[in-house]
């Protein structure tokens, strides 16, 4: 999840814990505290934090959770690409008007 070359500093960047105390939880020398880990379920790789904290076994509700994470995310990627059909049929079209 966090780059090796950077992790401190990316842990400080997504949960606005201090950098030396991000540098001590990574190093195994602080644990994380309830406010850090609200603010990295909150991040971009919450998904990824709350299935690292479920375990291995993680409880049934969790398959449903990440079926609708694909299902949005198949959405937007959808939508997306909707988008740039419209924008390349316009292009056509007014390449085919110029001629």
Do not use: Y
């Amino acid at each position: 999840m966090l780059p090796r070359d950077k992790s401190a500093w990316q842990l400080h960047i997504l949960t606005g814990a201090g950098l030396s105390t991000c540098q001590k939880v990574l190093s195994g020398h602080r644990d994380l505290n309830l406010e850090t880990v609200v603010s990295l379920l909150q991040s971009e790789h919450g998904l990824e934090v709350l299935r690292a904290l479920l375990g291995d076994v993680p409880p049934a509700w969790f398959e449903d959770l990440e079926n609708l994470d694909d299902i949005a995310k198949l959405k937007s990627d959808q939508l997306r690409m909707a988008r740039e059909v419209e924008k390349r049929e316009q292009r056509l079209i007014e390449a085919r008007a110029r001629r």
